[in-house]
């Protein structure tokens, strides 16, 4: 079954970090970019964060550049998001989801055709 | 940044009713351009990319069409599994931008 597990959520205080896990199998996860979009309660979706299928090309929302930093370990087929001075404003449920035609910020991606469960992030003193 | 729109932002159809979303892209986008339905405490799903291409396992009575700026989700017969949330994404290019959603309810 094709699956991503994402993991790593919980409470942080403001201005901490955290960092989200997702765990693919099911499918060769090489093969794939990958993203984070973020949900704050109650919110729609935000897109948070691409990484190309090699690691070589990410790309980050103007909300979270210089914050966050996505990387992957192909080896482990494993997606990470490293997340730093957080504020009340980065709240959310955070999905991983995968896309097979990302290569770098200036062209296309494919739709986000798997998802995670998600992992909650809250923020608060 | 191209922002997205969605009209309405809510809506409320009886079951066996037609219902149409819309969305506008602020510059074209070609046919990059998605719809994802997100029902209450679930996860997203893809539900047609490529503007009209209808994703394996979604039934045949959502439909998507446009290109440019102007796309369309429609369904063709409400049924009550479809009290969701939907959202449109482009992905031209970053940042793979998602419209406010629209709430399709029954009446």
């Known amino acids: 079954e094709v699956q991503l597990v994402e993991s790593g959520g919980g409470l942080v205080q403001p201005g901490g970090s955290l960092r989200l896990s997702c765990a693919a199998s099911?499918?060769?996860?090489?093969?794939?970019?990958m993203h984070w979009v973020r949900q704050a309660p109650g919110k729609g979706l935000e897109y948070v964060s691409a990484?190309?299928?090699?690691?070589?090309?990410?790309y980050y929302a103007n909300s979270v550049k210089g914050r966050f930093t996505i990387s992957r370990d192909n080896s482990k087929n494993t997606l990470y998001l490293q997340m730093g001075s957080l504020r009340a404003e980065d709240m959310a449920v955070y999905y991983c989801?995968?896309?097979?035609?990302?290569?770098?910020?200036?062209?296309?991606?494919?739709?986000?055709?798997?998802w995670g469960q998600g992992t909650m992030v809250t923020v608060s003193s | 940044d191209i922002q997205m729109t969605q009209s309405p932002s809510s809506l409320s159809a009886s079951v066996g009713d037609r219902v149409t979303i819309t969305c506008r892209a602020s510059?074209?986008?070609?046919?990059?351009f998605a719809w994802y339905q997100q029902k209450p405490g679930k996860v997203p799903k893809l539900l047609i990319y490529?503007?009209?291409t209808l994703q394996s396992g979604v039934p045949s009575r959502f439909s998507g069409s446009g290109s440019g700026t102007d796309f369309t989700l429609t369904i063709s017969s409400l049924q009550p599994e479809d009290v969701a949330t939907y959202y449109c994404?482009?992905?031209?290019?970053?940042?793979?931008?998602f419209g406010p959603g629209t709430k399709v309810d029954i009446k």
């Open positions: 989801a995968r896309d097979p035609y990302y290569h770098d910020s200036s062209g296309p991606s494919g739709a986000f055709d798997i």
């Open positions: 099911g499918f060769t996860f090489s093969d794939y970019a």
């Open positions: 990484i190309s299928s090699n690691g070589d090309s990410t």
């Open positions: 510059q074209g986008i070609s046919n990059y």
């Open positions: 490529a503007a009209s």
């Open positions: 994404q482009k992905y031209n290019s970053a940042p793979f931008t």
